[in-house]
């Protein structure tokens, strides 16, 4: 099967450090369960990891911002292919909220600092009640 891809993360801790008020919404275009599928905590800090299980024109709302989620090897053998979005409601969007940092520990980047950059209404976020 396929290596898992992308790193356990919850999306609100360095280096990514979403919107405290972020919602995931995981959109899966096949049917996922076992090893093809997304693996998650039910609440933050639980550690009681399972698949999420979902079936095409089915969606997953997760808090993947203190929840850590990750995927595993595909044992299966159905390809998972899927898209996730991410939604935080306007009362609890801080527009000077940190946003995600870089450490420059790529190639050629070894000395450079860490940048921070907040994610803004407008620059990254967009408000669909306009």
């Given at each position: 099967g396929a290596p898992?891809?992308?790193?356990?993360?919850?999306?609100?801790?360095?280096p990514y450090n979403r919107q405290p008020g972020e919602v995931n919404v995981w959109v899966p275009l096949t049917a996922v369960y076992g090893s093809n599928s997304l693996q998650?905590?039910?609440?933050?800090?639980?550690?009681?990891?399972?698949?999420?299980?979902?079936?095409?024109?089915?969606?997953?709302?997760?808090?993947?911002?203190?929840?850590?989620?990750?995927?595993?090897?595909?044992?299966?053998?159905v390809t998972r292919v899927s898209f996730d979005l991410r939604c935080v409601p306007l009362e609890l969007f801080d527009n000077e909220h940190c946003g995600p940092c870089k450490s420059g520990r790529g190639r050629d980047q070894a000395d450079q600092p860490v940048v921070v950059k907040p994610l803004r209404m407008g620059e990254y976020y967009v408000d669909s009640g306009e």
């Amino acid at each position: 099967g396929a290596p898992p891809q992308g790193v356990p993360h919850a999306d609100g801790l360095e280096p990514y450090n979403r919107q405290p008020g972020e919602v995931n919404v995981w959109v899966p275009l096949t049917a996922v369960y076992g090893s093809n599928s997304l693996q998650c905590e039910s609440a933050p800090g639980a550690g009681d990891f399972h698949a999420l299980k979902a079936a095409p024109g089915q969606f997953v709302s997760f808090y993947g911002n203190r929840c850590w989620h990750y995927t595993v090897a595909n044992g299966t053998d159905v390809t998972r292919v899927s898209f996730d979005l991410r939604c935080v409601p306007l009362e609890l969007f801080d527009n000077e909220h940190c946003g995600p940092c870089k450490s420059g520990r790529g190639r050629d980047q070894a000395d450079q600092p860490v940048v921070v950059k907040p994610l803004r209404m407008g620059e990254y976020y967009v408000d669909s009640g306009e």
